[in-house]
Nanobody
Framework: QVRLVETGGGLVQPGGSLRLSCAASRSIFTGAIMAWYRQAPGKQRELVARITWRGLSDYKDSVEGRFTIARDNAKNTIDLQMNNLQPEDTGTYYC??????????WGQGTQVTVSS
């Protein structure tokens, strides 16, 4: 069964923090480079961070130093710790394999709103 379930979003003031979590089915997760994406209103979905099976990670320039991606290969989960959030971080956040495309399975995402 294919599954991606994102949780942890919410409303936070600028400078605040949130931790997102994603539970994936083994068929998606095992051995894969996993990633977090986000889609702001009226914009295309964009890659935020990715992490290899062995834990190597990299980030979109605008979140470097503020966001940290992590994975637990035993639990088929990935997390995204987001610190010093800014209004431009607002959007719906999704997890999936790296290079997932629109026709692939996507979860419902979790909404992050950064506003005072």
């Amino acid at each position: 069964q294919v599954r991606l379930v994102e949780t942890g979003g919410g409303l936070v003031q600028p400078g605040g923090s949130l931790r997102l979590s994603c539970a994936a089915s083994r068929s998606i997760f095992t051995g894969a480079i996993m990633a977090w994406y986000r889609q702001a209103p009226g914009k295309q979905r964009e890659l935020v961070a990715r992490i290899t099976w062995r834990g190597l990670s990299d980030y979109k320039d605008s979140v470097e130093g503020r966001f940290t991606i992590a994975r637990d290969n035993a639990k088929n989960t990935i997390d995204l710790q987001m610190n010093n959030l800014q209004p431009e971080d607002t959007g719906t956040y999704y997890c999936n394999k790296y290079l997932a495309v629109a026709k692939d399975y996507w979860g419902q995402g979790t909404q992050v709103t950064v506003s005072s």
